[in-house]
T-cell receptor, first 110, second 112 residues
Framework: GQQVMQIPQYQHVQEGEDFTTYCNSSTTLSNIQWYKQRPGGHPVFLIQLVKSGEVKKQKRLTFQFGEAKKNSSLHITATQTTDVGTYFCAGNSGYSTLTFGKGTMLLVSP | DVKVTQSSRYLVKRTGEKVFLECVQDMDHENMFWYRQDPGLGLRLIYFSYDVKMKEKGDIPEGYSVSREKKERFSLILESASTNQTSMYLC???????????FGEGSRLTVL
């Protein structure tokens, strides 16, 4: 079945440093979604990417979808303590259900 | 705003007990999902439903069943709870087949 791998599993940065998490799928995706889960909270949708090579920005967050639609990345510029949480990617292949990566836990020290 | 309500935030049950976890959504979404979340394993899909009285197995359905008698309500049932079912259970909904998921607050189940 479809597998979605996400790295790193964990990252600890100083406030102001950049952060990137990477997502790779074993199959070509129709779209990819990103979610953020704050400590003690539930996953909250951030964005969906659909087109090959697509790049979208949300303030300090930049999301990319690979040309082959099998990989994606989330980059945070100048992290803040409010960025703390676990970031998940989730891939859709056609009309199947979403397959989640295992997530990257981000810790930001002030 | 979409509201997805899970009936219990925290439950403690004993091995062998029958457990019901309920999820109610207020946005008339066709699709509803049950995931479990465990440290280091991410979110794994247990069951999902595309419509009333319809259900499909996810990646880890063993030991679970579901019920969807009304469009807004999707129940997860553990017929005989076991300690390896101690976990966080998350309900989610979405409209269509490729839209975003809306999650409930989660139900943390401990089986002793």
């Amino acid at each position: 079945g479809q597998q979605v791998m996400q790295i790193p599993q964990y990252q600890h940065v100083q406030e102001g440093e950049d952060f990137t998490t990477y997502c790779n799928s074993s199959t070509t995706l129709s779209n990819i979604q990103w979610y953020k889960q704050r400590p003690g909270g539930h996953p909250v949708f951030l964005i969906q990417l659909v087109k090959s090579g697509e790049v979208k920005k949300q303030k300090r967050l930049t999301f990319q979808f690979g040309e082959a639609k099998k990989n994606s990345s989330l980059h945070i510029t100048a992290t803040q303590t409010t960025d703390v949480g676990t970031y998940f990617c989730a891939g859709n292949s056609g009309y199947s259900t979403l397959t989640f990566g295992k997530g990257t836990m981000l810790l930001v020290s002030p | 705003d979409v509201k997805v309500t899970q009936s219990s935030r925290y439950l403690v049950k004993r091995t062998g007990e029958k457990v019901f976890l309920e999820c109610v959504q207020d946005m008339d979404h066709e699709n509803m999902f049950w995931y479990r979340q465990d440290p280091g394993l991410g979110l794994r899909l247990i069951y999902f439903s595309y419509d009333v009285k319809m259900k499909e197995k996810g990646d880890i359905p063993e030991g679970y069943s579901v019920s969807r008698e009304k469009k807004e309500r999707f129940s997860l049932i553990l017929e005989s709870a076991s300690t390896n079912q101690t976990s966080m259970y998350l309900c989610a909904t979405r409209t269509g087949n490729t839209g975003e998921l809306f999650f409930g607050e989660g139900s943390r189940l401990t089986v002793l």
